[in-house]
């Protein structure tokens, strides 16, 4: 897998919704990577890498960066590392983890497509970085609704977003309102071949514009997540201390 989110630096068993798994360091020789006894664990395939993709969405909301789980193979008897791809990362010398499964499935699809953002940054494709995200705060809400949202919350979500992506997204914007702005000429514009609202992926003055709106949209989707579900960015506790 690939991710810099923060790791241990030893191998650790986890549990994690009703499950146990092994996460292994990076080193010299190995990458990240998780290992789980289907057998043991009575778990299919399919439902473990799931699983183990709600655990990587949970740690890629706590450390605000990706977590993408690549093809692995199955029938070793016992865990085993997997040789290295080179990455920068974190390790943590006592790894704590305290974080549980939500029950939440609105909040699972909030946190996949959130991880599906900073995936997305990762590998710097920044329309589908801006979709993903925008769906975090989208769900249940037809157009009119969201735009509302967007009007009533952007001060308060993109309070601590550094001032020179509020300067330039306000250039970008010229007098159109961000709710307008964000959801016509990023989230549609994005989104569909729409003539009115058109984007070139080519362009680098397109992708710039895009890539300081995705900044904010970012901010949108955490705010959206942090006050709909109290949901807390520590290690420590599911919830926000209040």
């Not at 473990?48 to 890629?60: E, G, H, K, P």
């Not at 010398?93 to 499935?105: A, E, I, Q, V």
């Not at 970008?172 to 307008?180: G, I, L, P």
Request: hydrophobic share 35%; aromatic share 12%; net charge neutral.
């Amino acid at each position: 897998m690939d991710t810099t989110v923060t790791w241990p630096k030893k191998p650790t068993r986890v549990e994690f919704g009703g499950h146990n798994f092994v996460l292994f360091p990076k080193t010299k020789e190995t990458s990240h990577s998780i290992s789980i006894d289907l057998q043991g664990e009575r778990i299919s395939a399919e439902d473990a890498r799931t699983l183990l993709n709600r655990f990587l969405s949970v740690l890629s909301w706590c450390d605000d960066r990706h977590a993408i789980l690549r093809q692995g193979w199955s029938g070793n008897p016992v865990p085993v590392p997997v040789p290295r791809r080179d990455m920068v990362f974190s390790t943590m010398m006592t790894w704590m983890f305290y974080r549980s499964l939500p029950d939440d499935k609105q909040l699972l699809n909030c946190l996949s497509y959130y991880r599906e953002g900073l995936n997305a940054a990762e590998a710097e494709i920044v329309s589908q970085e801006v979709l993903s995200f925008f769906k975090v705060f989208e769900m249940r809400r037809e157009g009119p609704q969201v735009r509302r949202w967007i009007a009533e919350e952007f001060d308060a979500a993109c309070k601590n977003v550094p001032p020179e992506f509020l300067k330039r997204f306000k250039e970008d914007r010229q007098e159109k309102s961000v709710e307008k702005y964000v959801y016509e000429n990023c989230r549609v514009a994005a989104a569909h071949a729409s003539m009115k609202f058109t984007s070139d992926a080519d362009m680098s003055s397109e992708t710039r514009r895009l890539s300081v709106a995705a900044e904010i949209v970012r901010a949108l989707a955490r705010h959206y997540i942090r006050t709909t579900f109290s949901f807390s960015d520590s290690y420590f506790s599911d919830e926000i201390n209040q």
